[in-house]
């Protein structure tokens, strides 16, 4: 047997038992392959820079759109041309083979990419919002908070990106208002969007019989409920990471030590 097979036994074994909802929950370590830097990377050319945190945020928007719009155009270009690699492509197998078994299965990640959707995962939450969308920035617009958005191609962002200034930025189509990124700022709270569907994340943590954790540095929100949901109803859980899993011995998540692109392939295989 292979040292990954072998390394990932106990999740094969425990994905080939499970009955219930299967809850895989990823985070910007499953992108890395895929050539996107994670969000809390310490890179000089990490996508996202701790320091630049201030920029994602409401007070940021509402000072200053152009330079915001400008500088999530920036990010989304870097996720604009990755492709899916073998972990990707790995969850899209996981849940056919769910489903052909009829066995319920859900994705939630916390990556605003289309890395998953590329690969094929049908059955997916995207807690932190989509690249791929904008909407209206003013709550209550049909195309804004609580449930609308529009698809970024939609938009005619060329002369805003040749000459990012008030004039040029692009706005609501219904309203007029400045159009923003379709993301979670840092003082936003998950119910801000329906396209979040956080409702639908906590009654999965409320009945998932297993839950995967892939490429998530467990620093952000969603994480921690999920961890709790789980350690309360001691549902096994398991954590794919190329640099281990660091999480206090009162949470028992299993850590499996390994690239996800590597791993998650044998596993599915295994599990099938
Ligand atoms: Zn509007």
Known sequence: MSRLSTLGRPLIDALRSAQGLVLVVTGAGISVASGIKTFRGSEPDAVWRQNDVANATVASFE????????????????????????????LADLELQRAERDLPYLLVTQNIDTLHEQAGSRNLIKVHGSADRLRCGRYGCRLGAPSGSLSR????????RRSPED??????????????AHVLFFDEYYTEHDDYRFPEVEQAAAEAVLMLFVGTSFAVGVTSLLLEAGARRRQPMFSIDPVGTRLPASIPVESLTAPAEELLPVVVLGAG
């Not at 492709?83 to 492509?89: I, R």
């Open 63 to 90: 000072r200053d759109p152009v330079g915001q719009l400008d500088w999530y155009l920036d990010r989304f270009a870097a996720v604009d041309d990755a492709v899916p690699n073998a972990g990707h492509l790995a």
């Open 153 to 160: 191609s939609r938009v005619d962002l060329e002369t805003f």
């Open 167 to 180: 004039a040029t930025l692009p706005r609501c189509p219904e309203c007029g208002s400045p159009l923003r």
